[in-house]
């Protein structure tokens, strides 16, 4: 049974009306993205206070600034790269930098968290081409095999279009050990059928109509740079083994099963979890039990 502090933010998140507010198109969405944008220029927020225990070091890779988190006094062997969610255009919060620390704690590892550039300044290839030099430079301090991707969302599907692009421009280096999502977009716009799915659905996903999907694929890339949003019509034979996460009110829960037999299809190991009854990305809200739950599994297959 869900908790009560659950059950709270998932009304609380109904009556806001959430979902609605992605729901836009037109004049609306470019309103809407355009909102987003003035919100990326502003700086991030540490909560310094919370991350008394922590090193948060600050580096520059071409014009992207990455945060590198770990415990004082410790010096990790593992490194893991850590892509935020926001639909490419939402940028980060302090709850981010909060998770990076509980990682690099739980996990005895460095975090790395870019601010990768966003939507609708910069297209997706502009977002995959500047984590993929964060992960050279992580590379060059950590044996592969010591290296783990974890995204939430939009940052999921950033993990895996990394991993795509490395694969199809054909780049003489490694891919990570293991992937690890939280609720990933794996085909936008989706199709037909999984869209349809996803109306089944929608009225108890409180955060993301299913067209959203449509709408912004055209905002993220185009022509030859459209495979980069669409993992599941993809050859990720290769990829390192995947632990992905969904909750049942989510839209993006419709994509588990096609996930299931794409995985099959190219031989990468998946290990599937799924929160009943849980909505998009529930592990975000920190102080909710099931989150707390969920992220201990988060750590455990960061590990």
């Not at 919060?93 to 998770?99: E, S, T």
């Not at 968290?113 to 977002?127: C, G, N, Q, S, V």
């Not at 979890?273 to 975000?284: D, F, R």
Request: hydrophobic fraction near 40%; glycine fraction near 8%.
């Amino acid at each position: 049974m869900a908790s009560i502090q659950y059950k709270m933010v998932y009304g609380l998140f109904k009556l806001l009306g959430v979902n609605k507010m992605l729901d836009k198109e037109g004049v609306e969405f470019d309103k809407l993205l355009e909102t987003y944008s003035k919100k990326q220029k502003k700086p991030l927020a540490i909560p310094y206070k919370k991350m008394e225990g922590f090193d948060i070091e600050t580096k520059t890779i071409r014009e992207t600034t990455i945060y590198i988190v770990r415990e004082k006094g410790k010096t990790p062997s593992k490194g893991i790269l850590y892509l935020f969610g926001g639909g490419y255009i939402l940028p980060p919060d302090p709850g981010d930098i909060v998770l990076c620390g509980q990682i690099a704690k739980e996990c005895d590892a460095e975090v790395w968290f870019p601010l990768y550039p966003m939507a609708p300044e910069h297209k997706l290839i502009d977002t995959v081409q500047s984590t993929v030099k964060v992960y050279e430079s992580m590379l060059s301090k950590y044996d592969r095999s010591n290296v783990r991707f974890f995204g939430t969302s939009s940052g999921g599907g950033l993990a895996m279009s990394v991993c795509m692009y490395i694969k199809h421009e054909g780049l003489s280096m490694p891919l990570p050990e293991k992937l690890v999502l939280q609720s990933p977009g794996l085909q936008v716009p989706p199709s037909k059928e999984q869209k349809n799915e996803m109306n089944l659905i929608k009225k108890d996903d409180v955060m993301i109509p299913p067209d959203f999907f449509d709408r912004i694929a055209p905002v993220l890339a185009k022509g030859e740079e459209e495979y980069l949003l669409i993992p599941l019509l993809f050859d990720i034979s290769g990829f390192p083994s995947i632990d992905i996460f969904y909750g049942t009110k989510e839209v993006m829960y419709v994509y588990l099963k096609y996930m299931r037999e794409h995985c099959k299809k190219y031989g990468v190991v998946l290990n599937e979890h799924v929160g009943e009854g849980m909505m998009h990305c529930w592990g975000a809200m920190e102080f909710v039990p099931e989150a707390k739950a969920v992220r201990q599994e988060y750590f455990a297959a960061l590990r």
